[in-house]
DNA sequence: ATGGCTGTTATCCG
DNA sequence: CCGGATAACAGCCA
């Protein structure tokens, strides 16, 4: 998915041009990303909603909604995520509804659009993925005792451990291979057996990766319109600029394999863990 | 053209 | 519990 700083990005552009706006006729055309909940019902409810705040936590977009006065004036709570080829952007209500919609509503005059080819995403009530999301990399709690302590009794590699959301949220696999490269530790190297010193390096790396994904991002001018390509990474309709530079272009290491390292000229690798490709250094990433 | 790859995560097994 | 494998899905690329 988006990662994220993909999915900080979009919010920083949604966040404004959603708030406030009501929802309207909303239309369900994929049943799996909105699961367990029922389109009939899901539309339903959505139905007259006035978006009042979007906000992010972890990869999720945070939808908080109040209902219609009419239906009570209660609050309903939506949460997206835009799993591997989400998409979410507003259009003219008369461009065609994209391919691969998932879902979309009218929007003060516009139409709110969540595409997904993949339909890994989500878009639905239900707020238990929520559950067991470790702290934002910016959260004060995510220091290096805090990752060392958790990290302690597992000896899976570290590059899959972090992958996991409940240690800490955000990274996928491309920030992952990145903070790994710039804290220099080894993909493969056992999580329980990271030293403090290598944790002290692998929190800012994590946040400095993130932050700097994030900053690029909100700097790139986008359009919403959903009928570019793709941007490099960020995952939104882009005008056609494609002034984006090509993602491997911004990587020390993801998708580099083969390519010089940017730091020593050692050749990248690509290895596979829990099923997933990893890059690395094996120069600048030795175990310890 | 066939097979392998893709930014995620939930679930099912041993 | 932990951890590995698989599934969900469509498209792109060699």
Redesign the pocket.
């Known amino acids: 998915?988006?990662?994220l700083p993909?999915v900080e990005v979009l919010l920083r552009h949604l966040k404004p041009q959603l708030e406030g706006r009501v929802i309207g006729s909303p239309c369900i055309l994929q049943a799996?990303p909105i699961r367990p909940d029922v389109p009939r019902s899901l539309a339903s409810a959505l139905q007259g909603c006035r978006i009042n705040t979007l906000s992010r936590r972890?990869?999720f977009l945070i939808f908080d909604l109040a209902t219609p006065p009419e239906r009570g004036r209660g609050s309903l709570r939506i949460l997206g995520?835009l799993?591997?080829?989400g998409r979410m952007f507003l259009q003219p209500l008369d461009v065609p509804i994209p391919?691969?919609t998932v879902l979309h509503f009218s929007a003060t005059g516009e139409r709110f659009v969540f595409q997904d080819?993949?339909?890994?995403g989500r878009f639905t009530s239900d707020l238990s993925?929520l559950q067991?999301l470790g702290p934002e990399p910016w959260d004060a709690a995510f220091t290096p005792r805090y990752l060392r302590d958790l990290l302690q009794?597992?000896?899976?590699?570290i590059k899959?451990?972090l992958?996991d959301?409940s240690i800490v949220c955000g990274?996928?696999?491309?920030y992952v291979a990145e903070a790994l490269f710039r804290s220099g530790i080894d993909p493969r190297t056992a999580a329980g057996s990271l030293t403090q010193a290598q944790c002290e390096r692998l929190v800012p790396a994590i946040q400095n990766c993130l932050q700097e994904a994030v900053k690029l991002g909100a700097s790139l001018a986008l359009g919403f319109d959903g009928t570019g390509s793709?941007d490099?990474?960020?995952?939104y309709g882009s005008d056609g600029e494609e002034e984006a530079t090509p993602?491997p272009e911004r990587f020390q290491v993801y998708?580099r394999a083969g390519s010089p390292c940017r730091q020593c000229n050692s050749v990248i690798q690509r290895i596979?863990q829990?099923?997933?490709?990893t890059f690395y250094c094996p120069h600048c990433q030795r175990r310890r």
């Open positions: 998915m988006p990662e993909e799996r972890s990869k995520h799993g591997m080829t391919k691969h080819v993949r339909r890994f993925s067991d009794k597992s000896k899976q590699a899959v451990r992958l959301q990274l996928g696999n491309i793709r490099g990474l960020f995952y993602a998708d596979v829990a099923a997933r490709s």
